[in-house]
């Protein structure tokens, strides 16, 4: 692995802890204005000091991101689709090599949809980013399993994230299940877990503490943290949880949560 590639991957998982908390509000890119992200600056902006890395768009980079901030970007390049089009797996790269180097991003995100209809068409977008990407020492992150109906278990998951890695991913993005070490043991290049959808602030720690506990380097997580009615809370809680090795109980009890 060359320099820049190793610098990028350190600047997103830390070399000391061996573990990342990204934060994600890609969203908008197929839900249009989430809840909790209509106004994206306002949601993210007191999150930023907690966060280790940001997963984004270029539309919300540029216009609701102070430049001058140092948190790592990751690059959300797959889209192309929305929640009400025909079907989400139908993906394409809608960022260049170029505008990506250009905003100055750390990594770069992209989706595929492992047993869709698009499957080929994805996994063919996620080689050709990593074509352009490994020239750039950029690393991709694949994401896998997202919206369609696929029953999300270590089989499924096993099965796509170790496709994303050997189709040449540097990192990958999944989702926890049971039996989620065998996830991790079957696929050779670092694992994050989404959060999904919003669920009660402790089981999102839950789920926190057993990902990182059975073998992700960390959470990439999004709406179980700006959805909360204490986002900031939440992101140090999940922090205290990823980083400091807290427990459930104890990261929960420093939330201060609105009834
Ligand atoms: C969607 C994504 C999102 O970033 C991902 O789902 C993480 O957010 P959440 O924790 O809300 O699930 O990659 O394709």
Redesign the pocket.
Request: charged content about 30%; cysteine-free.
């Given at each position: 692995m060359d320099w820049g590639m190793k610098n990028r991957i350190s600047r997103i998982i830390s070399p000391e802890s061996g573990r990342t908390l990204m934060l994600?509000v890609?969203?908008g890119y197929?839900l249009g204005p989430t809840s909790g992200l209509e106004d994206p600056r306002k949601t993210i902006e007191p999150l930023l000091p907690h966060v280790d890395s940001l997963?984004l768009t270029r539309g919300v980079l540029r216009t609701s991101v102070d430049p001058a901030i140092s948190v790592p970007i990751v690059l959300?390049v797959s889209g192309a689709n929305s929640i009400v089009g025909e079907d989400l797996s139908n993906e394409a790269i809608i960022v260049s090599i170029e505008d990506a180097l250009r905003l100055n991003v750390t990594a770069v995100?992209l989706?595929i949809y492992i047993g869709s209809r698009y499957e080929h068409q994805t996994l063919k977008n996620l080689a050709s980013l990593v074509n352009e990407c490994e020239r750039y020492g950029i690393p991709v992150l694949a994401?896998t399993a997202?919206?369609k109906e696929m029953t999300r278990d270590a089989r499924y998951l096993s099965l796509s994230c170790r496709i994303a890695a050997e189709v040449g991913a540097r990192m990958v993005?999944t989702y926890y299940c049971e039996d989620f070490q065998k996830v991790v043991k079957s696929c050779p290049v670092p694992l994050v877990i989404?959060?999904?959808?919003k669920i009660p602030e402790k089981d999102a720690l839950e789920l926190a503490y057993r990902a990182v506990k059975e073998g992700a380097v960390g959470v990439?997580?999004?709406?179980?943290v700006f959805q909360s009615s204490d986002p900031a809370g939440m992101i140090r809680a999940v922090r205290k949880i990823v980083h400091e090795g807290s427990t459930v109980e104890e990261a929960y009890a420093t939330l201060n949560l609105k009834v």
């Open positions: 994600a890609d969203h197929f997963m959300r995100a989706s994401v997202v919206g993005k989404a959060g999904g959808r990439d997580m999004g709406r179980n």
